[in-house]
């Protein structure tokens, strides 16, 4: 058990790029989440899936936001044309199942200049 | 949607201290977690307890469902204590919403 791993630790880019984050959940566990934390706020959900289906978005999630998890293990978070709004921890988490401890990686801090 | 309250915003203690932080939501749960994030950002499940009580050392946590609240103890508070607490709940949608947490420092 190495725990969730979340690549790169740091992002910085410049407004209107793209940028895409990864997530390596804990083996065997089918459930993975997205969330979003500014500074002095707890995390906010972004969207989560079970095995390779997405099962639920956020409104917090524009269009300009696109997850996947091809076949039920990484996943991987893109924001397109990114704005300084978007500057912010993604925090990533697994669990075995539903009502199952959450666990989480140590994030990607993306600052958008 | 669920709202998650927690309390005292901002704590300090002296190094080998108790203290009691709590945490309010406003509908019945089937998920309620502890967090602890450390000052580098990460985040630690303390607990899962949706109701009950539990102890992991000196940290233990009780849940009272029909009273919506819980509750986390930290006893003999150490330096490595330092952080911020959050408490998330969940009503059944499978997303956990968070507490705007407490924010603990620990003085030697």
């Known amino acids: 058990d190495t725990g969730v791993s979340q690549d790169p630790r740091h992002k910085i880019t410049k407004r209107g790029q793209n940028v895409t984050f990864r997530c390596d959940p804990i083996?065997?566990?089918?459930?993975l989440y997205w969330y979003r934390q500014t500074l002095g706020q707890g995390p906010e959900f972004l969207t989560y899936?079970?095995?390779?289906?997405?099962?639920?978005k956020s409104r917090l999630l524009s269009d300009r936001f696109s997850a996947e998890r091809p076949k039920g293990s990484f996943s991987t978070l893109e924001i397109q044309r990114t704005e300084q709004g978007d500057s912010a921890m993604y925090l990533c988490?697994?669990?075995?199942?539903?009502?199952?401890?959450?666990?989480f990686g140590s994030g990607t801090q993306l600052s958008v200049l | 949607g669920i709202q998650v309250e927690q309390s005292p915003p901002d704590l300090i203690l002296q190094e080998g201290a108790n203290s009691t932080l709590r945490c309010n939501f406003s509908?019945?749960?089937?998920?309620l977690q502890w967090f602890h994030q450390n000052p580098w950002g990460q985040l630690i499940n303390l607990f899962y307890?949706?109701?009950g009580t539990k102890q992991n050392g000196r940290l233990s946590a009780t849940t009272v469902a029909t009273e919506r609240y819980s509750l986390l103890y930290i006893s003999s508070s150490q330096t490595t204590d330092s952080g911020v607490y959050f408490c998330?709940?969940?009503?059944?949608?499978?997303?956990?919403?968070f507490g705007t947490g407490t924010r603990l420092l620990v003085s030697p």
């Open positions: 998330a709940a969940d009503t059944g949608f499978q997303k956990l919403v």
């Open positions: 083996s065997e566990h089918n459930r």
């Open positions: 509908d019945s749960v089937n998920n």
């Open positions: 988490a697994s669990s075995f199942g539903a009502n199952e401890k959450l666990f």
């Open positions: 307890i949706p109701s």
């Open positions: 899936f079970q095995n390779e289906a997405q099962l639920e």
